[in-house]
Structure formats: C-alpha cells, structure tokens
C-alpha cells in the first residue's frame, strides 16, 4: 500500500464534442470508456478530496487536454472548476496498492511535473 490517494477521471460529452470540432481523426480519438488515474496526496474523507480536486483540477485539465491536442491556443479558455466539472467526472480511490515489481518510473523531468499549476501540489490533509 503507498501513501496516495486516486482520482479516477472520465471524459463527458463537452470533452468529446471539443475534440471533434478540432477535426481530430476518430480513430487518433480516446475510447469514451476510457479513463485516467492521477495519484494525488492520500485524502481518507470527501472533504478533504474535494478541496483537493478543487487546486488540482486545472492541471488535471490541462494533462487531459494535452494528451489529445497539444495547441494549447486551441484549448478552451475557460478551464474553471465549475467547467472542469462539465468535462470530466471524477472519483476519489482512497486505497492505492502497488502490485508492480521493479521502480516505478516517471517520464518527466522535474520541471515538468507541475507544469500547468505553479504551486507544488497540496500536503495531504491532516490526520
């Protein structure tokens, strides 16, 4: 078991729609059930998980974006919470297990880890 917690992100409809107006090919276009884990500090209560996807969603936003269409200037300029919320749903996994063998292994530097939120990602809430 490792000290994180998930969110568990899918795509809606607004998503979808933004990315075939952009005349992506369908078959470049991510399955609808497919969906995104990010590993975020370990919440243990809604609350907590809930301010937390509050400061994490706009990055949140923008990974999802950037892994279908990388013209950020094509993005939608509106990238709020409340629009965040019209794209993506998204569920809190409190238990994380690591059942890999070997590291785990990140293809980003430093510098690009938080690149789309310039305040390093929140401490997990007190116990």
Known sequence: MINRSAF???RKEP???WLAALDVPVRE???REEKA???VPQCDHPADAAKLLDRLCREIFCRELE???QLEEDWPADRSPRVFRDWFDVELVELVEDLGRGPIENDE???DRHRFDSNP???PPPR
């Open 8 to 10: 568990l992100v899918s």
């Open 37 to 39: 884990v990010y590993l």
């Open 15 to 17: 998503f979808f729609r």
């Open 121 to 123: 990602p929140p401490p």
């Open 109 to 111: 530097g430093p510098e």
């Open 67 to 69: 892994a279908w269409f």
């Open 29 to 31: 276009q991510p399955p």
